[in-house]
Structure formats: structure tokens, C-alpha cells
């Protein structure tokens, strides 16, 4: 894979996880969790911001980007959205790494994936957070404390 095919990739990726995101969040604070509605959807706008970012660097770098999403399941157990996206998450930040290696000779794009590394890294620590406080305090607990 090229680094533009890959620029690409990650910006469909990012549309279309900021979506499912999205839904996810309007789909809980429909039910009344909004506290995890707002965290979910904070990471929605953050994904957005990312797609963004890599079409802006597609640009710069003489490129057109590519009207494109990725299709993400919209799922509406709280459980099993935790874990689809920490499973996500934990898919992603090899691969993440290991792309490094094509924009060794472009610090731009490289510095800014090292940036996205570090914010999937944060939201895999945070869907692992989420995940144990269930195993802690029990689901039906966990679902109260995120309501509000």
C-alpha cells in the first residue's frame, strides 16, 4: 500500500468510525445515558477531526481526496459497543505503528499519525477502563452510573 492509499484508508476509516460513533451516541442518550452519550460522542467530533486532518494532508501533499466511509455495525448493547470498539482499537494500533514505517521520509504525516496513535491508544485505555468497571461494579450498576 502506498502512503496515499493509506492517508485514504485511515480518512475512510475515521468518517465512517465518527459516524457509527455518532449514532451510538444519540441512540444512548435517547435511552438516557448520557453521560457515556457525551464521552462517545466526544469521540465522534475527535474522529471527524482526524478524517480532516488526513484529507487537509492529502491536499498539501498534491492529492485528491477521496469522498469515502468505511462501514462501521451500529450496535445498541452498551456491553457489546464497548467491546466491539475496544477490539477496534486493539486491531488498529499495530497496524498504526507498523504504517509509521512508510512516512519515514515525510515528517508531516508522520508526526501526525504518531498523534493518532496516541489518541487510539487513549480511547483503547478508556473502552478498557469502562470494560472493567463493568466486571467491578457489575453492568446494571455501570448503567446507572452513566445515566444523567
Excluded at 478524517?51 to 481526496?65: D, M, S, W
Excluded at 480511547?123 to 469502562?130: E, I, P, T
Aim: with cysteine; net charge negative.
Amino acid at each position: 500500500m502506498t502512503k496515499v492509499e493509506l492517508l485514504k484508508a485511515f480518512a475512510k476509516g475515521w468518517f465512517g468510525n465518527s459516524q457509527q460513533h455518532s449514532i451510538h451516541a444519540q441512540l444512548l442518550k435517547q435511552r438516557g445515558f448520557n453521560k457515556l452519550g457525551d464521552m462517545i460522542m466526544a469521540e465522534s467530533d475527535e474522529e471527524w477531526e482526524e478524517a480532516k486532518k488526513v484529507n487537509a494532508r492529502l491536499i498539501e501533499l498534491g492529492e485528491t481526496p477521496v469522498v469515502a466511509i468505511e462501514e462501521y455495525p451500529v450496535i445498541t448493547d452498551i456491553k457489546e459497543m464497548l467491546e466491539y470498539d475496544c477490539k477496534d482499537s486493539a486491531e488498529a494500533l499495530p497496524m498504526m505503528s507498523k504504517s509509521l514505517a512508510l512516512f519515514e521520509d515525510d515528517y508531516v504525516s508522520r508526526a501526525m499519525i504518531q498523534q493518532f496513535i496516541v489518541d487510539e491508544q487513549e480511547h483503547f485505555n478508556w473502552v478498557k477502563q469502562h470494560l472493567n468497571l463493568i466486571k467491578e461494579i457489575g453492568y446494571e450498576n455501570y448503567l446507572i452510573e452513566m445515566l444523567g
